[in-house]
């Protein structure tokens, strides 16, 4: 959906789209389940910058709520999560803050954000704020024993015949190291 300030003149811009699964690209490692419904509204800000100049601001009020798929991060396994929440962003004109040289920005621009000219895409901006509500790390379980290095075997399924193979001799000059190192402590 293509939010332009031509729509919000009259009155806000009410907002209720549903995003299909697999309509936006999040990560290798995340999957959108279900259908992501999205309710809010979009107003236009006018911010006057002098008699003859004014920028139009797109203020973006929404939530939306899915159920997604986050890979294991030590066994790669798909790990269901339910994503919600709520932003209130508000999106300039690209280039409506070029200025010549080097100047400092206010704390509140820094939370500023800049929209093309066609104007706003509402799946960018809900495809950033997914992204920005998962999880940093995503574990099957605390506990999740991971991939085995030489095989790949899935250590929380079954047990691999890896354990058994010889240590590479290059490590022997190391063996033992922890030990004494926990002797002197």
Known sequence: MLITPIQLVDE???IEETI???????????????????KGEA???VEHRGPRSHVNDIRLRAGYRADFEILCARCVEPVPTPVSGDFDLIFRPAGADDTPGEHAITEDETEI???????????????????LSLPSRTLCKPDCKGLCPRCGQN???AKCSCDEAPADPRWNAL??????????H
Do not use: F, H, T, W
């Open 20 to 38: 299909a699964p697999g309509a936006l690209d999040y990560a290798p490692d995340v999957r959108q389940l279900c259908p992501m419904p999205v």
């Open 12 to 14: 806000p811009l009410q």
């Open 155 to 157: 250590l929380n399924l």
């Open 43 to 45: 107003d236009l800000i």
């Open 113 to 131: 954000g800049y929209y093309q000219e066609s104007g706003l895409l509402l799946e960018d901006v809900v495809r950033e704020q997914v992204l």
């Open 175 to 184: 063996a033992g190291l922890a030990d004494k190192l926990e002797l002197k």
